[in-house]
């Protein structure tokens, strides 16, 4: 069953476009079971991680590679306050879809 996982990060002021050059290079997002791999910005200096898996076990087997790309972004991230540490992460399994066309 398909499932998602959302990582939400604030880059350091100053460090936004090395993050960003991270982010672009080719080859780290490739993981068994990772269908498609964004990253949008949602507010300044914040963006989220959000990526499409073939199933949430999918997610779990890539857990230890997604804290290796994590550790090379931690030094450009801010930590989020309450507890978070530099990311907030969620995953889980689908449960509704709508296509919705024009």
């Not at 398909?2 to 476009?17: H, S």
């Not at 993050?19 to 791999?37: I, Q, S």
């Amino acid at each position: 069953m398909t499932a998602y996982n959302v990582v939400r990060m604030r880059v350091k002021p100053g460090r936004e476009q090395e993050f960003l050059d991270l982010n672009r290079k080719p080859g780290h997002e490739v993981r068994e079971g990772l269908r498609k791999a964004v990253l949008i910005k949602t507010a300044e200096r914040t963006y989220c991680f959000i990526g499409e898996w073939d199933s949430f076990q999918a997610i779990v087997d890539a857990r230890e590679d997604m804290i290796e790309d994590l550790n090379r972004l931690r030094p450009l991230l801010e930590d989020l306050g309450n507890g978070l540490g530099v990311t907030d992460a969620f995953s889980g399994e689908l449960v509704a879809e709508n296509a919705i066309r024009a």
